[in-house]
DNA sequence: GGACGTAATATGGTCAACCAAATCAAAAAT
DNA sequence: ATTTTTGATTTGGTTGACCATATTACGTCC
């Protein structure tokens, strides 16, 4: 993809440890470490320098002209999330949930702590009494990133953040937060339960399994067709 | 000098009277128009389409964007993923994608449309050819990203962009793009074929399995434990 | 040994030819 | 008469060859 090669260049000055006003090695050897034609590198290289990024020099050579803008994580989750769930139903949300969490539970059978599974039951506990659907929202975002923090991978956690705060995002659009919150016999309830009986028990299955349940029925209750298998 | 036909440009569209949306000129006219070359016009385009003024696409036209929304987007995940890279290793970035590729296969198997399978085995052929690791590893990236592509969910789609980017960019700190690339007997090459068989029988089980075997097996060849269960 | 001039080499820049994707028009099939 | 297929054309994309600028190396002179 055209974009691929930007990003990588972005990643190299990134990483190659090069001060502001050092020089990069020649195009000619630098698209061959990058693996991309000498002209893809120049396309890179040209929108690098009109953000200032990068100065180039004929016969002289290409040389980093500022400090690269400090890459604040957060921030950049953050803009992902709006970016994304300006493209995102609720259906899709959910579909996209039922392909990631089910795993991230089954991996937290295995690597929650303690202390991480009893935080998740706190958070189940405060769902039984939120007080309006937009606290209720809350604590089960919450809910379910604990699941994903537990699940022993960081790169996975930010993957879910992502999903996490996109579904919020999206789900937001349309709650009335002022609205009373669930009744008592909601059935996310005791699948929270179901759920965390599971993780407790460290059956990564049952987990799966029981997540898997949670979120087809919420996604049924949504209205939605279940896969067309 | 060199930015002058990136400000004539910006001043064309802004004296065009063109609408978001609309369609420019083709390039070969519009070069004429302005009297410059068409790599130099391309070359101000370039650019304008990195900031997200104009798209582009191959024989259809280029546009005034309708909106900003998709760069900052694009911008957004760019800059995740440089941050994750930077607090990922190459065995977590393997297991987060035990977890969530697999998963993906299966949507694929549904979801994937002829031609989007072609393109597959396009890619799985290339990556049998390819001169060196660096190619290699670019083809890999593609070939994963088309199986997310066809899985039916731009969101997932998009959390997969960010995992496939920050395992390039992992991957990529480590390689010796120089070297030769896999030998015809590499283990990848068949794993690649048995997912896109599954994909084309339409087995979504199968090609979940078949990714899982894929995936396992790269993670055993980088000399980490399997999970102990 | 140092200064100067020239040639060779290195580095980024440009371009015409060709490639890839999409659209349109004409021919063939139903 | 309508739909589908095929070929031609249009449009943006890529690339190797060559160009323009700067640096380095070498030879000559003092």
């Known amino acids: 993809m055209k974009d691929k090669v930007l990003i990588r260049m972005r990643n190299w000055i990134a990483e190659s440890g090069l001060v502001k006003g050092e020089r990069l090695p020649p195009e000619r050897a630098l698209c061959e470490t990058l693996g991309v034609s000498r002209a893809e590198l120049r396309k890179a290289n040209l929108v690098l320098e009109a953000e200032g990024v990068l100065e180039r020099h004929v016969g002289r050579g290409t040389f980093l002209s500022k400090a690269p803008r400090p890459v604040n994580g957060h921030d950049a989750i953050e803009r992902t999330i709006s970016a994304l769930a300006e493209s995102t139903g609720p259906v899709e949300a959910m579909?996209?949930?039922?392909?990631?969490?089910?795993?991230?539970?089954?991996?937290?059978?295995?690597?929650?702590?303690?202390?991480?599974?009893?935080?998740?039951?706190?958070?189940?506990?405060?769902?039984?009494?939120?007080?309006?659907?937009?606290?209720?929202?809350?604590?089960?975002?919450?809910?379910?990133?604990a699941i994903a923090a537990a699940s022993g991978n960081s790169l996975l956690l930010a993957l879910h953040k992502i999903l996490n705060g996109v579904r919020l995002t999206v789900v937001w659009r349309r709650l009335n937060t002022s609205d009373g919150g669930p009744e008592a016999s909601y059935h996310s309830f005791d699948e929270h339960d179901a759920i965390l009986n599971a993780l407790e028990q460290r059956d990564g299955a049952a987990a799966e399994a029981a997540m898997q349940a949670h979120l087809k029925s919420t996604l049924s209750m949504m209205g939605a067709a279940s896969s067309p298998l």
């Open 95 to 145: 579909q996209a949930r039922l392909a990631l969490e089910p795993e991230l539970a089954k991996l937290t059978a295995l690597h929650g702590t303690p202390m991480q599974l009893r935080k998740m039951r706190q958070l189940a506990s405060a769902m039984r009494a939120a007080p309006s659907w937009g606290a209720y929202e809350v604590l089960d975002s919450e809910f379910h990133e």
